[in-house]
């Protein structure tokens, strides 16, 4: 059974699930241990309690979203160096793929 495409949710849905559903992928929405994983890191949303119910609110989203958006200090590093490290490991791929090439058409 082929799977429907999956559509974002509620933009009014304030909880962490709608948070997970509105910031997710074309597979699905965010996985909560990825959130949870983004909030002990200290870079998830903050979260706000509002009558026992903890709610994200739109300017913290909107300001998460702009954080995710332009990346400053340790996270631009982090991401520049996940960046040469995919850079090196695709020049190393052609260098063998190249080579592969190579040794089957000299058989």
Excluded: C
């Amino acid at each position: 059974m082929a799977m429907e495409a999956w559509v974002p949710g509620n933009p009014n849905d304030r909880s962490i699930g709608g948070f997970r559903i509105r910031h997710g992928s074309r597979r699905g929405p965010m996985s909560i241990h990825f959130y949870n994983t983004l909030k002990r890191a200290k870079r998830g949303p903050k979260e706000t309690v509002v009558n026992g119910v903890i709610m994200i609110l739109p300017p913290d989203e909107a300001a998460w979203d702009e954080a995710m958006r332009n990346p400053t200090g340790d996270e631009a590093a982090r991401i520049a160096a996940r960046r040469e490290l995919w850079h090196r490991r695709a020049k190393t791929a052609s260098k063998a793929a190249v080579e592969s090439s190579k040794q089957r058409k000299g058989k």
